[in-house]
């Protein structure tokens, strides 16, 4: 059985550059963001519970109406709650089918902004923190979405505070522009390669 890493971190702090390293390396990484929307589409249970929740107009052509989603999700934490209710578990069971297809995989990795909030820390068997100061997550996605400071800012507040996730990581890597990635994501591969054999024997 392959030993699951769960990436998780901040927006903006860069889980998406070290899950493609990963990759690089021939380890195979659920995306579950890219996931849960394909789930939102094709699953016809979600498609009817979030009909329900928001309206025939949550789907226009048979695509997901991703403003709607958004501003519904963002709107509060209750009605964050209720859509991640719908979906989540769905993801769960589709990255346990994943993990299946790849048990002769070591390693495998799952990257999630709510890894940790989302309840998926039993799905996986060791987390990794992302790091990135503020300041630094802020300037990458104003840059990046050509978004606001103050729209990031209220995206922020909608997760979990990021001092909070490094305390219950088991590994942090550390993003802030000036420590060397390749390096550290391959200590991480080293110390979790060299446990293997007592992970697996869980």
Same mark, same amino acid.
């Given at each position: ?19 493609? !390293?990963?990759?690089?390396? &021939?380890?195979? %990484? +659920? *995306? ?6 394909? $789930?939102?589409? /094709? ?6 519970? !979030?009909?329900?929740?928001? &309206?025939?107009? %949550? +789907? *226009? ?6 403003? $709607?989603?958004? /501003? ?14 719908? %979906? ?8 346990? $089918?994943?993990? /299946? ?102």
């Amino acid at each position: 059985m392959a030993i699951r890493i769960g990436l998780t971190g901040g927006i903006g702090s860069g889980k998406s550059v070290v899950s493609r !390293l990963l990759e690089v390396m &021939g380890i195979p %990484v +659920y *995306i579950s963001d890219i996931e849960a929307r394909r $789930l939102m589409v /094709s699953d016809e249970g979600i498609r009817r519970k !979030l009909t329900l929740l928001l &309206g025939e107009e %949550v +789907y *226009i052509g048979g695509n997901l109406n991703k403003p $709607l989603l958004a /501003s519904y999700l963002f709107g509060s934490a209750e009605h964050a709650a209720q859509v991640n209710a719908i %979906v989540h578990p769905r993801v769960k069971d589709d990255f346990r $089918l994943w993990c /299946s297809a790849r048990s002769e995989r070591p390693l495998v990795g799952m990257e999630s902004a709510i890894l940790l909030e989302a309840g998926f820390r039993e799905e996986i068997d060791k987390v990794v923190m992302v790091y990135a100061p503020l300041d630094v997550r802020i300037q990458r996605i104003v840059s990046r979405d050509a978004s606001s400071r103050e729209l990031i800012e209220q995206r922020i507040r909608h997760q979990m505070d990021d001092e909070e996730k490094r305390k219950m990581a088991d590994y942090v890597i550390v993003n802030d522009g000036n420590s060397p990635l390749i390096s550290q994501v391959l200590t991480l591969i080293s110390s979790l390669s060299e446990n293997i054999d007592y992970l697996c024997g869980r």
